[in-house]
């Protein structure tokens, strides 16, 4: 067993512990101490990283009682190595750990609804047996801060089985002996194995980043402490940035994108009212054949090609426009005196497509070059 100096002192950082085992595995080496400040992966939340001497640790695990951390080398069994916790690292984990706790014991309170899920990597993920609307999570999110704000203390400690047997408290399992108890005064009171922050008030900040329908109740993002100030940082500076470029101030950015879309739709209802008047142009500019019309367009709205096509049939047996593509051309072919659909395994081997739609119509694509493409429609229809 090892000793877990982090159920004492969750601030805990550095340490000097003895090497009681070194073994080589997958390419790094599992050392175990006699005690360790390394919180190993567990419940939810990622192992501590860190330093052991001059080894760097990778990451720390349970097994059996015993933490196992890995480490890019080796340490003699028996010697005192100095341990350095990733205080960062760590004290980030605390936060959004702590965070979550307010959270579920909000939500426990308030909607009578069980945390079935947590995992704590770059945010945290969690998931609850029922439903939120977003006005619930609005208001879950505001306690969770006031929470913070009121700089609550929180405590961790192991209750006789007795005194448990009597205590109200949240918990995934159902345990009976050595439970650590996390408590956060007049929030919530949950059975936990991990450091949590001393006080409320470390926590900083608490923000709800998003909200999911998940297996019949409702799946919670958030992130909390210098995770969330990075992540409002990044969102602040994505509006300044956005604001410059439409000339509008922040709080009027909703109505400036309104107004840009507006703008975006308007030219595109322009360019495309201008490509069917250049697709009836140029239809209207073709002379009737008895054969067959071949067209090559720049890549174009489909529409707008099948009205091309459409436009061009009455003047020739078969009308096909062929537009580039990775590998050859996408097509589309129209005709109102060969069956298309019959006609399609003949053309498709020609040049090389794929495709096939109706007796008037067939669209696909081919990998024949445009010489090629040309001297087929040459000689189509056959007879």
């Not at 945390?115 to 990597?121: K, P, Q, R, S």
């Not at 949240?170 to 956060?184: A, Y």
């Not at 969102?235 to 879309?261: C, K, N, T, W, Y």
Request: net charge negative; glycine share 10%; with cysteine.
């Amino acid at each position: 067993m090892t000793e877990r100096l982090f159920d004492a002192d969750s601030h805990l950082w550095s340490f000097s512990a003895r090497v009681t085992a070194c073994r080589e595995a997958g390419g790094n080496c599992e050392i175990e101490l006699d005690r360790t400040a390394f919180f190993p992966e567990g419940g939810g939340q990622r192992g501590d990283r860190g330093m052991l001497g001059s080894v760097p640790v990778l990451d720390t695990v349970e097994r059996g009682g015993a933490i196992v951390h890995i480490c890019g080398g080796p340490l003699p069994v028996g010697s005192e190595a100095a341990g350095e916790v990733d205080a960062e690292l760590r004290f980030q984990n605390m936060q959004m750990h702590s965070g979550e706790h307010i959270v579920s014991g909000i939500v426990h309170k308030l909607f009578g609804y069980d945390n079935v899920g947590f995992h704590l990597a770059e945010q945290v993920t969690l998931d609850f047996s029922g439903e939120l609307s977003p006005e619930d999570v609005a208001r879950v999110e505001l306690l969770a801060n006031e929470a913070v704000y009121a700089d609550l203390p929180v405590t961790a400690r192991c209750p006789s089985p007795e005194e448990l047997a009597g205590l109200e408290y949240r918990s995934k399992l159902d345990l009976t002996e050595n439970v650590r108890i996390v408590t956060i005064e007049g929030v919530d009171v949950c059975a936990c194995c991990a450091p949590h922050v001393s006080r409320t008030g470390e926590i900083g900040l608490i923000k709800i980043t998003d909200s999911m329908r998940h297996r019949g109740g409702v799946r919670l993002t958030m992130l909390a402490g210098k995770a969330a100030y990075l992540d409002y940082k990044r969102r602040s500076d994505a509006a300044a940035e956005i604001s410059a470029m439409l000339s509008a101030p922040q709080g009027d950015l909703p109505a400036a994108v309104r107004r840009v879309q507006g703008a975006l739709e308007d030219a595109r209802r322009q360019l495309t009212d201008a490509a069917f008047a250049a697709a009836r142009a140029r239809a209207g500019a073709l002379p009737p054949t008895e054969g067959s019309v071949c067209l090559f367009e720049s890549d174009a709205d489909p529409a707008v090609l099948r009205e091309l096509v459409n436009l061009a049939v009455p003047k020739c047996a078969a009308a096909g426009v062929f537009t580039p593509c990775e590998g050859g051309f996408r097509y589309i072919i129209g005709s109102s005196k060969v069956d298309l659909r019959a006609a399609a395994k003949e053309i498709n081997a020609a040049l090389g497509g794929r495709g096939g739609g109706t007796p008037t119509m067939i669209q696909g694509s081919c990998s024949a070059s445009e010489e090629d493409i040309r001297a087929f429609f040459e000689s189509f229809p056959r007879g």
